[in-house]
């Protein structure tokens, strides 16, 4: 089981999706995002799975969650920075959004 301080140390937060481009060499489908995080963070890179249920453009301009506190991670070519929140449904990956504009960079608390 997890504890509250497990949580606590992950660090998740508000960006907004500012560019998308389809990730040709990933093993499923996915996209590359660029996400701005706000100043203090700035511009982090991610690989995303949402595919099935985000067109490209639709995303831009939409804000996200991520945990932006892991390590990067290879996939294919691309370096993942960030890990971006989503629930898995039967139609694809859902991103778990802010229901109200916030600040980029603002953190889950």
Request: avoid cysteine; glycine fraction near 8%.
């Amino acid at each position: 089981m997890a504890n509250i301080e497990d949580f606590i140390k992950l660090d998740i937060r508000v960006g907004t999706i500012t560019k998308v481009e389809n990730f040709e060499k990933a093993k499923k489908p996915a996209y590359q995002l660029e996400i701005d995080f706000g100043k203090e963070i700035g511009i982090k890179k991610s690989s995303a799975q949402i595919t099935q249920l985000y067109s490209k453009e639709e995303l831009i301009g939409k804000q996200i969650l991520a945990v932006i506190n892991f390590p990067p991670r290879q996939v294919a070519n691309f370096m993942s920075e960030v890990l971006v929140l989503g629930t898995y449904s039967k139609e694809g990956v859902a991103l778990i959004v802010p229901d109200k504009k916030v600040q980029n960079g603002d953190k889950l608390g």
